[in-house]
């Protein structure tokens, strides 16, 4: 509504003088204001803040007539009246000196300002005025009020009169009313005769004229309050009466508004109370009250002392109260709080020491509210004002405090409330988005300017668009527009303004014309011809039809009234305007669909309808009347009426299922008559035969029901010309602001399925519901309230502490105003379910469950309730928890809503939610049951700390073997860490949530570093190695030292024992890629299980089965013969050996060197490491480090987990990406490339050279196949190694393996497995797969020699143990394979011996390694 916007501004005085100012008044017209001092009365022009004239008093008067104490302008601002300390009234006249001026704006050299424009100087510069002293009057007692009553003054005495003064004929005007004889009652319907005052020193202490309601408001001296009323035109003792308000007795002082009729009196306890007149008895009635919470403010009691100053804004829609101790606060007309100075950053430094409280003196507003003068009355006690040294004008304490205000408070048109659109004195405030962005298809006449200040998260979602939701939703920036400097000197203060549907034109209305901006071309359009501005005067607002602007002005050269239409796209002139001549003055001004609505000054209300006209170049509108409605009877005074608004709401939505059409047509007028929203609909009850007319103009002149009250108290009222079947509940509700009430809304109830209404059940329902914000839009497909709100910046730290007193900056935070924004719609779901009308609410929701942040109003709604009725002290009869938790099961997002819920409400009250929702075990089942695993993980927090260890174990282990199946590797890790907590009797501490969340970069590196770590602690017991599963949330060091403690334990052993189980059913379906994800992603170590398992699970039982999975598996093309495959170069193994040799030795067997040093991985069981050192952990973190850039310069390897984490929300940021485009295929390639350059192939080799490039498989699945590779290599699972090198077809591999098989005592078995195999490929080759033959014909010889090797070995012996010292140097990259193994078959504490004995083997071997590695890439080049 009205919002504080910078800092405030303190004026400058340009006079010598040594007393404060006391009190300030402004005019009515608020052009200039009235500043007292004790012997002083200073006139100030209002825009540029100047001095005008200052009349001082001579000291002998002074001192006769006492310091001055109040002023009063005549209502036409040519005279002020002056009271006096003892008793006297000044009169002083104030006449203008015709066309002199004191002040002259001085513009730089070619500025556009032009001098010869009508009523140029008046605006641009102060002018001159005299002060005169007219008259003095002696009332003989000390004057308390002084009240200007249209052509009267009144003033009130101590001694207990009330006097009525002409402001002509002063003298023989005089008359004074006793109190004493005015009768008082309750109220004006009991007996003529009321009691009187029956004391005799009563006087009155304050009073305000009221006009609308023809009386004053008054507060006596003994704090009672009342309400005197002449009871005729005649202002005499006997005429008048009085009416109590009985529940006030410690009243101070009283402000009265107009519009609203409202008085609202304030009381010694800092409340205000507000009072409105009962219109049938003539009763005080009370209305609301004005006061600061203990719950906003809970130190607040008794401390702000007894209400000062209360003063009603100039358009009467919000109210400024101070206190006696100081502070300023700002409400609504009905009570909702905006602006309070006495917490936050106005009341405590940014150093958290407290302010003191400004103390105001004085304070009154200025022109159309944008500012509020302010007396400061700390200042006045402090010390004498002083000259600066060098000479500085005088600053007193006269601050200005600016204001920005909603547009709905002077302009409530439709298009007004469809946005947000705030006006400031030279600017305006948008909320709508990137112009070129709101012209999404379905709803660019509501949503796309929707930009609220909703955070970025619940709306990231893929169904933005769908919902018309803006693209801009979640900042909080306004589109500020500057108003144009010319249009604004000569027509300041801006009165109206408007923005049209689409949020992409305003207008705006000052003193004289208009002007209008478009935010698609940055431009204003401002009256060509100055004149024809300067004399139209806008009376009733202005509101946007389409193209054309559509406002009401009074046209000063023909002094006539005018409705007048523009069009936006031509030129401001009137030659392009349609003007209408009206027959009174307008006040307001609506556009419904094609009908304009008018509110006249005689209390009437006329439709016209506008039709657009394309004829010649610019399109044109014609009007034309339709009906005239007499509101007289019913409008006690057309100021009163706050809009008028015409709408497609009707209370019998009955008919309108049957006959749809009319939904959209004017049904009703919705007249807000201050504060009391009364609604006139058409009336059908006679024959509707004029529906089927075919001129659409005569079905309009339907008359209009006797008005009737639909609520009181509103402030605005929204309501849309939309139709949206989907969503009719919103579309076709009411919605109004009540102030401190909060809103409500008039919602339909609709039959389900067309079916035949209960009789019972009324058509409409009104729910009150409270926000947390001051509305000033409704989204009504989007069920969201758009507002606005202060808030403060402390920028004191600037200033040093010496100036600090002085700054203004310092006194004040900097003000700005933020857009927000609020879902409702639980709100209105739950009061439905609280009236038993749940299946509305099923209808209702089920409309708005696609929008993005619907499961978000479910769980509000559930913990909204939960709170209130677990925490309730007394029981509660008939609680709502269940119904709720009924309602939210028809929705599939039941589960999570239950669970988010729980998770943000405290344990004490989980035992009552569950008992409403159901038991958690059986939610978990469900939501197992359902595949939601993530739900299923917060479920089992709950669990555990609801239930025994026991319990939470076994659905923890439940959910940890589905998540291992489903390969969701972020919460198998969760799962690991939560099991292990509760095995070591940390079930105090819950698991962490098992949301998915995006780890840093660093974070990443912590993951592979910590696994080295725990990797290369010696060969413990295997189990022990789950050390590993370090979640990325944990602090990498200690944890790795807890787990290792209770390695012993049997929990990580139970964690363990599944993880192999897993793993051995993965190796069983021959499902190798999901095993490389599985490990990499668990750090699961499958060296050492292989081992163990090499004779069991890890065993190939069938080749050819194994062989065709894996094609499938890793997207592997089957290999095909070329036609001319006689010639190939390839059958005879001429360039396999020259070519693929060098490539398996660059790429399969370095690479796997530099992988192990790139991730820092040593896997335990194996004796040798390739990072030297296994004792020291630091060193190998040290290692992996300085191998950070080698990753990506030197060798670009593949990282563990990267080869495996395929469209895991966990890939680590720095690993290299292998995808098709990564410069490790890059690298590749060019290997490739060199390679084959230095070879002259022919046209038909090139072409074989293709096909083989041709028959490989994606890049990535070639990394993960040479990475599997070399894990089955160094655990010696030889036939998994064979399997693998006929895939990938390449002999050195099979030599590899066969080259170990004779090196080493293998296991005769596995060797008689192999043979099988191979047999049964070849078999297969044959006859499904002939493509494999060239192959299977180049390793012909190592075939035979198997066949020898088999027969070798008459008697097969188990795999023995092998001393590492027997084992040849020269097959170095994989004959560490035997001694791997025989680590499981000794003990621990042998391995570990073995593992310091041979340190120095270890370093050999790995320069050895390396120097191979140099050799292996030059050799690689130079080929």
Known sequence: MYFLSGWPKRLLCPLESLERPLHIQTDPQRAFFAVLFPSQLSIWYCRPSVLIVSYKELSKAASQFGPYKQAEWRPDSTMIAVSTANGYILFFEIPSARDKYLYEPIYPKGSPHLKGTPHYKEEQCAPSLNLEMKKVLDLQASITSLQSMLEDLLVATADGFLHLIHWDGMTNGRKAINLCTVPFSVDLQSSRAGSLLGFEDIYIRDMEYCATLDGFAVVFNDGRVGFITPMSSRFTAEQLHGVWAQDVVDGTCVAVNNKYRLMAFGCANGSVQVYTIDTTTGAMQFSHKLELTPKQYPDIWNKTGPVKLIRWSPDSCV?????????????????AQLICTLGGDFAYRSDGAKKDPLKIRSMTWGSEGYHLWVIDGNSSSNMKPERNTNNEAQQFGILQFPFIKSALTVNPCMSNQEQVLLQGEDRLYLNCGDAAQTQSPRNALAHSEHNHSRERGPFSDGSLDSQGLSTLLGHRHWHVVQIHSTYLESNWPIRFSAIDKLGQNVAV?????????????????????????????VTGGLAWWNDFIVLACYNLNDHQEELRIYLRTSNLDNAFAHITKVQANTLLLSVFRDIVILFRADCSICLYSIERRSEGLNPTASIQILQEVSMSRYIPHPFLVVSVTLTSVRTETGITLKMPQQACEAESIMLNLAGQLIMLQRDRSGPQIRDKDNNPNQRKHLPFCAPVVLAQSVENVWTTCRINKQKRHLLEALWLSCGGAGMKVWLPLFPRDHRKPHSFLSRRIMLPFHINIYPLAVLFEDALVLGAVNDTVLYDCLYTQTSAREHLEVLFPFSIVERTSQIYLHHILRQLLVRNLGEQALLLAHSCATLPYFPHVLELMLHEVLEEEATSREPIPDPLLPTVAKFITEFPLFLQTVVHCARKTEYALWNYLFAAVGNPKDLFEECLMAQDLDTAASYLIILQNMEVPAVSRQHATLLFNTALEQGKWDLCRHMIRFLKAIGSGETETPPATPTTQEPSSSGGFEFFRHRSISLSQSAENLHSKFNLTKTLSMPSGPSGKRWSKDSDCAENMYIDMMLWRHARRLLEEIKLKDLGCFAAQLGFELIGWLCKERARAARVEDFVCALKKLHKDFLWPFPVIPASSINSPFKNGKYKTAVGEQLLKSQSTDTFVNMEMDTGISNTPRSRSW?????????????????????????????LSKVFLIGDECSIGSATDLTETSSMVDGDWTLVDENFSSLSLTQSELEQLSLELASKGPHKSQVQLRYLLHIFMEAGCLDWCVVIGLILRESSVINQVFSIMQSSDTDGEICQNIKTGLDAVDKWASTD???????????????????EIVEEQV???????????????????????????????TNPQNDAGSTSASRHEEDKAKTEDEDSFQEGSYDCVVS
């Open 319 to 335: 109210v400024m109260v101070t206190w006696e101790c100081g502070g300023l606060s700002l409400w609504s007309v009905f009570g």
């Open 509 to 537: 209305v000052g003193k004289f014309g208009f002007a209008h901006y478009s935010l698609l071309t940055k431009k204003w359009k401002l009256f060509g011809n100055i004149t024809q501005e300067q004399t139209m005067m």
């Open 1171 to 1199: 990072l030297g050192t296994i004792s020291s952990s630091q060193r190998e973190i040290d290692t992996v480090s300085s191998h950070g850039p080698h990753m990506q310069d030197a060798f670009l390897s593949p990282l």
């Open 1329 to 1347: 797969c002939p493509g494999y033959k060239p192959f299977l014909s180049i390793i012909k010889p190592q075939i035979q020699k198997l066949n």
């Open 1355 to 1385: 008697q097969p012996e188990a795999f023995q143990p092998v001393n590492p010292s027997k084992v040849p140097e020269q097959v170095n990259p994989r004959a560490e394979e035997s001694r791997t193994s025989s680590s499981h078959g």
